[in-house]
């Protein structure tokens, strides 16, 4: 194997090891309340990030990210819930075990509501990525419903009722923090690796300028494809983790105004940025929570602060610049300058 | 053996030398034929120039070159390949870049990652290469980066590298986009108006910039331009487009004398 590949997959098991041991550490010393809140927070994110390739890399404009969600949970929980029984129930007659343990079933759980959600992406997205701006909009908006409705009148999956009682493979061995930040990483490394590459350029050119990049020799419809999968298997992802961890599913927690939120995450996060994607998707999570005291009101103060965040920022948190290191560093040393410049005024 | 001096391409017939044929290529817009059975050839390593009247259906020959839109009628081949209903991003592949005549720039990239993207089009690695970042895909990007560099610093904008495209003068997003467009190595580029909004100076700069480009990068260039000294100045060979028809074509001093031409630019007397 070549040394770079090694380095790669050692510094992803160490990040992994870190982040299991913190995720066994918060599980057990935070309160269940914050515990949940940070869960919801970790998931909102992801979608974010996920989103963020669709609309905030390649421009477009897609409303209806909770399909995909929808899509990812169903498909996810099908298999621990309803596949898994019969399949094991048609290996016993051939004396073969069905895959056992926590981990592994997740995983599998995790691999399908994936891959269902980016076949998904790719069933809606290869025509309807020809269209733009707001066709786009309208389209991907009624697709997130069609999928609502679907899944509101399939009687195997619940119907209205939805699924119940999925096993909360998530939490098992506390690593639940691990798997939802876990998949919220990797695709924020995705991203970030994609747009440290020439390739990524590419993409942003789409974003950009579609017509100067066709010119320039990018495939723009591939690329807005190929974005628009990704993005999908994430939200998939999220929502075979998130069906996983809260053990019920029904169609109406995968309605409009799931995919409006999401969408005003990436809006808010600043075009393109990953980091202030994951900024806006707690931020946005955390927010109607803080505002809880203010019972009935808490929607109307949320949806204030949102217009105030609009107007006194509308290029989003970041713009489309990103968090890092060494943004730190640099804030760092700017705090410990400016005393030290104070105090010469003195 | 002597290297056959005509070979059968798509559209029959052509010789060794032609980079570019255009075959009797119409293109209509409802019932407006905004380019009605164009012909035209580009040898390599020509420079030719296009010109003619406002709305004479000069960016239209060039949309119909670059793929963006297909031609109705007629075929066009370029290097013995026929281009007709080819997407743009193939037909850039296939070594036509072009600029625009409205600057096209990417907004929010810089001047480097502008280039960058003209680059790619030659960048092997896959999508899973630059996820992962292996080996093979930063050695390339830096290769690739090299590359872009040196072009900019032919168009002498090497200073601006990490500046915003938009933030530059409007004479250097012209060459920027140049840059752009070369970056992806073309055999022909097509320019669309490069001259357009530049001061006199900037005019001339311009001039003495295409001519050593074409010698620099072994190239073949087809430009459509309004200003006349610098078409005349530099082109061999010019055709004259007016109401999507090629109303003459031969070098500057042909053009220039040319009654039709003069005709078509200045109208003709009525009696």
């Not at chain 1, 590419?202 to 807005?224: Q, Y």
Request: with cysteine.
């Amino acid at each position: 194997m070549a040394p770079w590949l090694i380095k790669r997959i050692l510094g992803l098991c160490g990040g992994a090891g870190c982040l299991a041991a913190l995720s066994i550490l918060l599980s057990r010393n935070l309160e269940t309340y914050y515990y949940l809140v940070l869960i919801q927070c970790g998931i909102a994110a992801t979608l974010a990030v996920s989103l963020n390739l669709i609309n905030g890399i390649t421009g477009q404009f897609s409303i209806g990210h909770a399909g995909f969600y929808a899509v990812g949970a169903y498909v996810g929980a099908a298999w621990t819930v309803l596949w898994r029984p019969v399949l094991a129930h048609h290996l016993s007659f051939l004396e073969i075990g069905v895959p056992q343990g926590d981990i592994l079933n997740l995983l599998i759980a995790l691999v399908f509501g994936a891959c269902a959600a980016g076949i998904t992406g790719l069933i809606v997205g290869a025509p309807s990525l020809r269209l733009r701006g707001d066709y786009l909009a309208i389209l991907t908006l009624g697709f997130g419903e069609v999928i609502r409705v679907i899944l509101l009148n399939v009687d195997a999956v619940g119907g209205a009722r939805g699924l119940s009682g999925i096993p909360t493979l998530v939490s098992s061995g506390d690593l639940a923090a691990f798997w939802v930040f876990g998949s919220l990483c990797l695709v924020t490394l995705l991203t970030r690796n994609l747009m440290q590459s020439s390739r990524g350029l590419s993409w942003l050119a789409v974003r950009e300028d579609e017509i100067a990049a066709e010119a320039m020799g990018v495939d723009t419809t591939r690329v807005k494809v190929t974005a628009f999968v990704i993005g999908s298997m994430f939200a998939g992802a999220a929502g075979v983790l998130y069906a996983h961890f809260f053990t019920g599913i029904s169609p109406d927690i995968f309605g409009m105004d799931v995919s409006i939120m999401i969408t005003t995450m990436v809006v808010l996060a600043g075009t393109g940025s990953a980091t202030g994607a994951i900024l806006a998707g707690f931020v946005l999570t955390a927010l109607p929570e803080v505002f809880r005291f203010l019972k009935d009101y808490r929607m109307l103060i949320f949806s204030v602060t949102l217009i105030v965040i609009m107007l006194t920022r509308p290029q989003g948190f970041l713009g489309n610049r990103e968090l890092g290191f060494g943004t730190f560093a640099r804030l760092w040393k700017r705090l410990r300058r400016s005393p030290a410049v104070s105090g010469n005024a003195e | 053996m002597e290297a056959p001096e005509t070979f059968t391409s798509g559209i029959g017939q052509c010789r060794v030398s032609d980079l570019l044929v255009v075959d009797r290529v119409s293109r209509f817009f409802g019932g407006l034929a905004a380019v009605a059975g164009v012909s035209l050839h580009v040898d390599k390593g020509e420079l030719v120039g296009l010109i003619g009247p406002n709305g004479a259906g000069k960016t239209t020959v060039f949309n119909l070159l670059t793929g963006v839109y297909a031609p109705n009628e007629g075929d066009i081949s370029f290097m013995g390949r026929r281009l007709n209903g080819m997407r743009p991003s193939r037909v850039a592949a296939s070594g036509i870049a072009r600029t625009f005549q409205n600057i096209r720039l990417f907004p929010s990239l810089t001047v480097l990652q502008n280039v960058m993207v003209g680059a790619h089009i030659r960048a092997r690695t896959g999508l899973m290469a630059a996820i992962a970042q292996s080996l093979g895909q930063r050695s390339e990007d830096a290769r690739l980066r090299g590359e872009c560099l040196s072009i900019l610093e032919r168009l002498d904008l090497d200073g601006l590298a990490d500046e915003q495209s938009t933030s530059l003068p409007y004479g250097q997003q012209r060459r920027l986009e140049i840059a752009r467009a070369l970056a992806t190595s073309p055999r022909l580029l097509l320019l669309d108006e490069p001259a357009a909004g530049m001061n006199p100076q900037e005019k001339a700069d311009l001039m003495v910039l295409i001519q050593r480009l074409r010698e620099d990068y072994d190239l073949t260039i087809l430009l459509i331009e309004h200003d006349m000294r610098l078409v005349m100045g530099i082109c061999e060979r010019i055709y004259v487009l007016d109401y999507g028809q090629i109303i003459a074509e031969g070098n500057p001093e042909e053009i220039s004398t040319n009654p039709e031409v003069i005709a078509a630019y200045l109208g003709t007397e009525v009696v």
